[in-house]
């Protein structure tokens, strides 16, 4: 099995504490990876890095890009990194609530118009043939996702855990290989964690793209990862399946809580 990301040695610190100390870990193609830790761990730090909004003291992440070269991605520009084919959510929905569901998707994809401005405020044919083909991606998304009757309606009139559908749904207008997720369950209830963790599978499957993701919610981690690394003030702890991490002694009292007996 090929490769997707490979992180290697990754560290950064700000005001002389490390954040995320010589991490390294790798995920396979169409695997769905998980980052856990305590809060403070670092998570959310080494996701940064990885997507470059941050820039790493050291250290490299490798990508799998949509050619099938690997591509160090430090130093690119997050817009650079998309292209490749590597996208992400954040922790709060990032929605244009003013719009329709359909609309947000569309404005996810505005970087894959090829037309130019001239040609879209215009409204010369290339532009409409563009934009008539990403509408009907947007539709087949939609359908997917089991948002296309909701399709018109406001984007904020929408229930919290539809939000993060129509979020992870404008993630693959970009056509990714890899999506990563930040704390995908947040703010979920029980009924709408299954559904999620039913919908990151299928994307998965449908979509033939890796997905990580960082998530306190451990049910949710249990149901949707196939391997994960847990990490404590920016260091790996272990890598394993969820059985495995579980088990492991040094997570349990890092992370599950587990003190001297």
Same mark, same amino acid.
């Given at each position: ?16 504490? /490390?954040?995320?100390?010589? *991490? ?15 809060? $403070? ?18 250290? /490299? ?5 949509? @050619? $099938? ?23 709060n929905v990032e929605l244009v609530v @003013? ?16 037309? $130019?401005?001239?040609?879209?405020? *215009? ?12 509408? /009907? ?32 749904? &404008? ?9 990563? *997720? ?7 209830n029980d009924t709408e964690t299954l559904? *999620? ?8 499957? &449908? ?19 196939? &391997?994960?690394?847990?990490? @404590? ?15 492991n002694p040094v997570v349990q009292e ?8």
């Amino acid at each position: 099995m090929s490769t997707l990301l490979k992180v290697e040695n990754l560290s950064i610190a700000f005001g002389g504490l /490390k954040a995320v100390d010589d *991490l390294s870990f790798e995920m396979n193609e169409g695997e769905i990876y998980g980052i856990i830790g305590p809060n $403070g761990a670092g998570k959310t730090t080494a996701f940064n890095c990885i997507t470059q909004f941050y820039k790493p003291d050291t250290g /490299k992440v490798m990508f799998n890009t949509r @050619s $099938g070269q690997m591509v160090n991605l430090v130093g690119k520009k997050p817009h650079e990194i998309i292209a490749l084919g590597l996208v992400r959510t954040f922790q709060n929905v990032e929605l244009v609530v @003013s719009l329709s569901v359909i609309e947000n998707l569309l404005v996810g994809a505005h970087t894959a118009f090829k037309a $130019g401005l001239v040609s879209q405020i *215009l409204g010369l044919p290339k532009a409409r043939r563009e934009e008539k083909a990403l509408r /009907k991606k947007a539709e087949e998304v939609l359908e997917s996702l089991g948002l296309y009757a909701i399709k018109d309606m406001p984007a904020l009139m929408q229930p919290y855990g539809i939000q993060k559908r129509i979020e992870l749904g &404008r993630t693959l207008m970009l056509e990714p290989k890899l999506i990563i *997720l930040d704390e995908p369950a947040a703010g979920l209830n029980d009924t709408e964690t299954l559904d *999620l963790v039913k919908t990151v599978k299928d994307i998965a499957q &449908r979509y033939k793209c890796g997905i990580l993701l960082i998530e306190h919610d451990m049910n949710f981690v249990s149901g949707v990862c196939q &391997r994960l690394c847990a990490i @404590s003030f920016g260091k790996r702890l272990a890598i394993g399946t969820t059985e495995e991490i579980k088990a492991n002694p040094v997570v349990q009292e890092a992370y599950l809580g587990k003190g001297d007996e």
